[in-house]
């Protein structure tokens, strides 16, 4: 099991960046896919980027092109950063992780119910 705590929410015009992190303590992080789900207000909670410890990456279709994922094993940080940023981006954005299975060659996937461990969450607001 990893812990995990995201930073790097915040407030920001439509068409600019933010850049969210997230620090991973406890487990071997090496071992884990890692995942940035977000949430808005009475919607589902939904995938929009992942990353296997291959480092082969997965998008939801509504953020590519716009948001790249990426990550740092010897600091144990996973990175988003999102650029062109929309109204409609506005949500709760989540860290997840989950232990990476043992065959090789898979995209890692964006599906909520892959991942087990979660932070508490970073907000990011779009304004028109």
Known sequence: QVHLVESG??????????????????????????AW???????????????????????????KGRFTISQDNDKKMLYLQMNSLRPEDNAVYYCAARRRPIWANYAPPLSRASFGDWGQGTQVTVSS
């Open 9 to 34: 929410g915040g407030s920001v015009q439509a068409g600019g960046s933010l850049r969210l992190s997230c620090l991973a303590s406890g487990d071997t992080y090496s071992s884990y896919d890692m």
């Open 37 to 63: 789900f977000r949430q808005a207000p009475g919607q589902e909670r939904e995938g929009v980027a992942a990353i296997n410890t291959a480092d082969r990456t997965s998008y939801a279709d509504s953020v």
